[in-house]
C-alpha cells in the first residue's frame, strides 16, 4: 500500500512542503506491495481499487490517507522487485506497507521452476525493494510484515515450512533494522490461537478474521 500526503482540503501536497510530509500531518499516501494477500481480489486495473484488509483500514482512517494497492497474485520477491521501481516513481509515496514471502516458498513447493528463488535470492530482492524506495524517497516510511505460514489444505506448510523459518530467519536479520515497523505475525498466531483456521482458511490467504487482524496491525504501525 502505497500513501502520499494530503492537506485539509484533500489536495496532495508538494514535495517540498515538510510540514506535509510530517507523521503527524493531515494524511499520507501509502502504497502497497507484494503478493495475494494484499491484493485479495481487487480490480488490478485500477490501484485506487482497495479489497480486504486494505480497505478496511481506509474504512477505519478515511481520508488521512490516499490509498494505492499494487500487490499481485502469485508475486514472488523477484516478480516485485521487477516492478517496484517504476510503480513506486510514478506514485512517490510517503508510506511503503510490504508484505510479501510466501509465494516464494510456494513456488519451490510446487517446483515451478521458472518461478523458484534461492534464500539468498529471496532476501537479496527484498532488500533491493526497500533501498531502492529508500533511494527515491530518503524520507519514507516503511512497514514490513513478516509472512505467515499455518497448516492447511494447501500442503504449503507440511511441505515448505523449514524453507519458511529460514527465510523468516533472514527477514529478521537482513529486513528488519532497514524498516521503521516490522511486525513478526507467526508468532503471534502460533502463541495465541490453538485454532489453525482462526485467521486463514488454508494456511496461506487471510480469512475475513485474517483481515481484520492484519488491518489492525497495519493501523497500529501508521499511527506510532
Not at 507440511?158 to 511486525?183: I, W
Not at 485454532?195 to 504501525?221: C, M
Request: charged content about 30%; proline content about 3%; hydrophobic content about 30%.
Amino acid at each position: 500500500m502505497y500513501g502520499r500526503t494530503r492537506n485539509e482540503s484533500g489536495n496532495e501536497k508538494g514535495e517540498g512542503n515538510e510540514k506535509g510530509r510530517d507523521l503527524e500531518g493531515a494524511g499520507r499516501k501509502a502504497r502497497g506491495a507484494g503478493d495475494i494477500h494484499q491484493r485479495a481480489g481487487r480490480d488490478r486495473r485500477d490501484n485506487h481499487n482497495l479489497s480486504g484488509y486494505t480497505q478496511l483500514i481506509k474504512n477505519k482512517l478515511g481520508d488521512r490517507y490516499e490509498y494505492v494497492n499494487y500487490a499481485c497474485s502469485g508475486d514472488t520477491s523477484r516478480q516485485a522487485l521487477s516492478r517496484h521501481e517504476a510503480e513506486f516513481n510514478k506514485e512517490k509515496p510517503d508510506i511503503l506497507v510490504l508484505l510479501i514471502g510466501i509465494n516464494d516458498v510456494w513456488r519451490n513447493v510446487d517446483h515451478i521452476a521458472e518461478s523458484m528463488t534461492t534464500s539468498e535470492e529471496f532476501i537479496d530482492n527484498v532488500v533491493k525493494i526497500i533501498n531502492i524506495s529508500k533511494n527515491i524517497n530518503p524520507k519514507l516510511k516503511i512497514i514490513f510484515l513478516e509472512p505467515y505460514l499455518m497448516p492447511g489444505p494447501t500442503q504449503v506448510y507440511e511441505r515448505g515450512f523449514l524453507l519458511y523459518k529460514h527465510n523468516v530467519s533472514l527477514l529478521r536479520k537482513h529486513v528488519k533494522p532497514l524498516v521503521d515497523k516490522y511486525v513478526e505475525l507467526q508468532d503471534y498466531f502460533e502463541k495465541n490461537t490453538t485454532d489453525n483456521f482462526k485467521f486463514t482458511d488454508d494456511g496461506v490467504h487471510p480469512n475475513t478474521n485474517g483481515q481484520v487482524f492484519l488491518a489492525e496491525k497495519i493501523i497500529s504501525a501508521l499511527n506510532d
